[in-house]
């Protein structure tokens, strides 16, 4: 059976969607990620079957092939964990439901997965979340270590979950994830400044990432040679 989940990745400070296409079948029992995954993708390939099994649901050794479209872009980090299980789940027959197109239409999922199957947080939620909202994304399910900073963004559905099984549960239609609130920090703060962004010259992809780190409360560091101020500001 195939079974196709959306994921979200960053290239710089753009992301793109990933379709993780996973098809089951008889043979010799076989694992495969393909389609450009780093180590830290390939690796999942454990951290799944783990997960899945201490979630009580038996992991069925069979030809096992998981597509990570578009194939030619690699593919890096372990926030994909959380869709290949899902994947897996839909093509292996766990998560069953009539309506479950409809559930994963414009639905992305993101997370790492623990062996025990909690979901942990990944890092650049807010650009990826922002990307989503551009792409037509209504909905995406992640850890609830991320879901302040993901609430940020307006016109999204934030479904925030601690575990692999509230996920299957979910797309079973035998739970109901709550939305997480809006959230307000840095939100109607008004301060004035003696230096503006809109003074700078060029640069905006530096000043994109600057605005981002702001928002969401990140570490940034600017490497590189020093530039004359008053070559850049008007």
């Given at each position: 059976m195939l079974s196709i989940v959306k994921s979200m990745a960053l290239n710089g400070l753009n992301g793109y969607q990933i379709y993780i296409q996973v098809d089951i079948s008889k043979g010799m029992p076989y694992f495969e990620i393909v389609g450009l995954p780093d180590t830290s993708v390939r690796e999942s390939k454990e951290r799944v079957k783990t997960a899945i099994k201490n979630t009580n649901i038996e992991f069925q050794s069979r030809k096992i092939i998981v597509n990570l479209a578009p194939a030619n872009t690699k593919k890096e980090g372990s926030s994909l964990d959380l869709p290949i299980a899902i994947g897996i789940l839909i093509a292996s027959g766990n998560i069953k439901n009539s309506n479950i197109s409809n559930l994963l239409k414009d639905t992305i999922f993101l997370g790492e997965l623990s062996l025990d199957g909690t979901v942990e947080g990944i890092n650049g939620i807010l650009p990826i979340c922002i990307e989503a909202k551009k792409q037509g994304i209504k909905k995406i399910i992640l850890s609830t270590k991320n879901a302040k900073e993901a609430s940020i963004i307006e016109?999204?559905?934030?479904?925030?979950?601690?575990?692999?099984?509230?996920?299957?549960?979910?797309?079973?239609?035998?739970?109901?994830?709550?939305?997480?609130?809006?959230?307000?920090?840095?939100?109607?703060?008004?301060?004035?400044?003696?230096?503006?962004?809109?003074?700078?010259?060029?640069?905006?992809?530096?000043?994109?990432?600057?605005?981002?780190?702001?928002?969401?409360?990140h570490n940034c560091i600017l490497i590189g040679s020093p530039r004359i101020w008053k070559n850049n500001v008007s």
């Open positions: 016109g999204l559905e934030i479904l925030p979950i601690n575990k692999l099984k509230e996920a299957i549960e979910y797309l079973n239609g035998n739970k109901k994830i709550e939305q997480e609130s809006k959230s307000c920090f840095l939100i109607n703060k008004e301060q004035k400044y003696q230096f503006d962004f809109a003074d700078v010259k060029g640069q905006e992809n530096v000043k994109r990432a600057l605005e981002i780190s702001a928002a969401g409360g």
